[in-house]
């Protein structure tokens, strides 16, 4: 079985397709905004990428959740409760990080079953 990888820079892939499964990297948002503003935005990059590579948001495993401040967490909850289908939750895991840029609130890292 195959290891595909997709749109590597050199230092890593956006999401990398194994087993019948697709491994999508930490998505942030270049936008800015508040917690909300954020999570629907990344959210929607997540939703376009398993897109792209044979996977949907109904099919999450697994999703890791960053935040920036524990302050948020209600806040991004109620983007993440609009989004997920109810019966289509995966486990998920959120912790408070350091992110890469102050200006980063969320980053949210996700695998899926391929469709």
Do not use: H
């Amino acid at each position: 079985m195959a290891i595909e990888r997709f749109e590597g820079t050199g230092r890593m892939s956006k999401a990398v397709r194994y087993g019948g499964m697709l491994f999508l990297s930490g998505q942030t948002s270049r936008d800015g905004g508040d917690v909300k503003e954020q999570t629907k935005a990344v959210l929607a990059k997540i939703e376009e990428i398993l897109q792209a590579y044979g996977s949907d948001k109904n099919s999450l495993l697994s999703a890791t959740i960053y935040l920036k401040d524990m302050a948020d967490f209600g806040s991004m909850n109620e983007i993440w409760d609009a989004w997920v289908e109810n019966g289509c939750e995966p486990v998920r895991a959120c912790v408070k990080a350091e992110l890469a840029s102050p200006a980063i609130l969320v980053e949210i890292s996700v695998i899926a079953a391929v469709k």
